[in-house]
């Protein structure tokens, strides 16, 4: 299971946000064991339907991102101002995500765990309007909600796995406090649909962009929209309460902006946990450091998998999946 945890300062400066906080000044929180079980459904959209869901994940009155109909996380409104579309970067590029990797001898896949692109996706200059645009993807998905429960099941032909991902935040009626946490959990469900063991891993990529809300922005030469904000950031691997992630805040962004705050992503898997504070820049013609992001893998058992480096921080989880076996690999952010 993943964990996101972000606090930003309301005008009033209270400490608001979404996912789950990892060694919070504001909260303090332990790990349960996440027991996989079927969930309620009012409502399924089959592939037809799915390009205008989100799903909202986080407290009352602390902000939220969004689950997308195909899996994605959008619309991240964490910052005291409305930030529709506003997936952390310029669009088409390494905004968050999750993606899986499989192995059975030496076939291997890596897929993001999303669904397939709609038609209109390609409409662009450069035919990248979208985030991710040059990563394989499930070839159908299809969503089902009873909020704030929303599950996107992932199927494809040509893979190994079928993939049911699961998110919510809590809601409990008549308790404000529980119910106001600034956290949304996910949890991703990796079924074997061969009739032979493989290694599975899921990792998560994330960067780290306190000091960003979607509302400060430049434009480069071509026309597309660079958001603002961000200085000095920094990231830090902590781990407490059954918890393990990387706390991202900032020493750079002005401790008055409403944008100013941090932000985790956290695993309670248990076992050997790797690391990284950074990671080389993506960009023309350039390498170097880039202190604003990292990686964080997790590995169950002695099962050794390759690291993925696919964008920015990143937490991932090595499994054994049996022939026929389903297995939960539950993630949760705040």
């Given amino acids: 299971m993943y964990y996101f ?3 930003y ?4 400066r209270l400490c608001i946000g979404s996912l789950l906080s990892l060694i919070s000044p504001c909260s303090t929180l332990s790990a349960d064991v996440w027991k996989p079980a079927d969930w309620p459904v009012l409502k399924s959209y089959d592939a037809a339907h799915l390009s205008r869901i989100a799903l909202p994940l986080g407290g009352i009155g602390t902000g939220t991102v969004s689950l997308s109909g195909r899996g994605e996380l959008c619309d991240w409104e964490i910052m005291n101002v409305p930030a529709r579309t506003f997936s952390t970067i310029t669009n088409g590029n390494d905004a968050p995500f999750f993606s899986i990797y499989t192995r059975q001898g030496e076939t291997v896949h890596t897929t993001l765990l999303a669904g397939p692109l709609s038609a209109n996706d390609y409409e662009h200059y450069e035919g990248r309007p979208v985030n991710h645009h040059g990563l394989p993807r499930f070839s159908s998905a299809s969503f089902q909600g009873a909020y704030p429960m929303g599950q996107v099941l992932l199927q494809d032909e040509d893979l190994p796995v079928s993939v049911r991902i699961k998110a919510f ?3 409990i009626p008549g308790d404000a406090e529980r119910s106001g946490l600034p956290l949304a959990v996910l949890s991703y469900e990796v079924t074997n649909k061969t009739d032979a063991s493989m290694e599975v891993a899921v990792c998560g990529s994330l960067r780290n962009f306190v000091g960003r809300d979607g509302s400060n922005n430049t434009r480069n030469w071509k026309g597309d929209v660079i958001p603002l904000g961000a200085k000095k950031n920094r990231n830090t691997f902590r781990q407490a309460h059954g918890l393990k992630g990387i706390y991202m805040d900032s020493e750079g962004v002005d401790t008055t902006s409403l944008a100013w705050g941090n932000l985790s992503l956290v695993t309670a898997e248990e076992g050997e946990v790797t690391y990284r504070t950074s990671s080389v820049r993506n960009d023309w013609g350039i390498i170097e450091v880039s202190p604003t992001s990292v990686t964080l893998e ?6 050794s998998l390759k690291t993925l480096t696919v964008g920015t921080k990143s937490l991932r989880k090595k499994i054994l999946l049996k022939e026929g076996q389903s297995l939960s690999l539950p993630l949760r952010s705040a």
């Fill in 169 to 171: 935040n809590p809601l």
């Fill in 9 to 12: 300062r309301k005008a009033l």
């Fill in 298 to 303: 997790v590995i169950r058992g002695t099962i």
């Fill in 5 to 7: 945890n972000f606090w």
